[in-house]
């Protein structure tokens, strides 16, 4: 056993190298911001939408007579949210995301430096519980389940912490205007934590979100209404 974690370990330390100094790298992802030299060969197993993508870019290649080498592919995504895109990337290669991206050549492990996602609340301009959010989407669009349920589980642990700041409203509205009526991941953690804090229910902007955000207001009458029906237990 000790020697598989220490195997998991090098495998992870080689993957984080990869992604930190982006040698190796045959495609391009990039974002509206920001380019990511990134490995098919790590991505497309992962993701069936860069896989379709590079198998497009490769059928190309060959009907133009080029080669591999000479030739190292672009993915743009620029509607999706550009931290969103860098998160998903750290994913891929990390098991994991977090804000501040770990140096490249560094001593510092990556479990030292990004331990778990919401532990990162002082860098960039995005608020952890709105991040976790986007990603959650971005997962969600591009089917990588893995990081959807990591996403989810920061969001759930992120909304304890901040459930009365403006940055949880925020959250909550990118939660039902990024997902489909269906997709109960993170709207059943919303609906938890109001019923939790009906105090929420008097401010201002939530008033607000649930005039405008109808599925909102029918998910948390519903709720009450199923716990209603709930026997008494004891």
């Known amino acids: 056993m000790k020697r598989l974690k220490e195997a998991q370990k090098d495998l992870l330390e080689s993957l984080k190298k990869l992604y930190s100094t982006g040698i190796y790298s045959d495609l391009i992802i990039s974002s509206s911001a920001k380019s990511f030299p990134v490995h098919r060969a790590i991505i497309c197993p992962r993701c069936e939408f860069f896989a379709a993508a590079c198998l497009i870019q490769y059928k190309l290649m060959i009907e133009l007579h080029t080669t591999q080498e000479a030739t190292k592919g672009v993915i743009s995504l620029p509607d999706d949210d550009p931290l969103a895109v860098e998160m998903m990337v750290q994913y891929f290669y990390n098991l994991d995301y977090c804000k501040t991206t770990p140096e490249s050549n560094s001593d510092r492990s990556h479990d030292d430096l990004c331990q778990t996602t919401e532990e990162h609340s002082d860098s960039?301009?995005?608020?952890?519980?709105?991040?976790?959010?986007?990603?959650?989407a971005i997962a969600e669009k591009y089917a990588i389940n893995g990081l959807k349920s990591l996403a989810r589980a920061n969001f759930g642990t992120t909304a304890l912490r901040c459930w009365d700041t403006d940055d949880f409203l925020n959250?909550?509205?990118?939660?039902?205007?990024?997902?489909?009526?269906?997709?109960?991941?993170?709207?059943?953690?919303?609906?938890?934590?109001?019923?939790?804090?009906?105090?929420?229910?008097?401010?201002?902007?939530m008033k607000k979100l649930l005039r405008r955000l109808g599925s909102l207001a029918y998910d948390l009458v519903m709720h009450y209404h199923q716990q209603k029906d709930k026997p008494d237990v004891g």
Do not use: F, Q
């Not at 960039?124 to 959650?136: E, S, T």
């Not at 959250?171 to 991941?185: F, V």
């Not at 059943?188 to 008097?202: F, N, R, T």
């Open 171 to 205: 959250a909550i509205d990118e939660a039902y205007t990024s997902t489909l009526d269906s997709d109960r991941g993170l709207r059943d953690i919303v609906l938890k934590v109001l019923a939790g804090h009906e105090e929420l229910l008097d401010r201002d902007e």
């Open 124 to 136: 960039g301009d995005i608020p952890d519980i709105l991040l976790h959010a986007k990603v959650y």
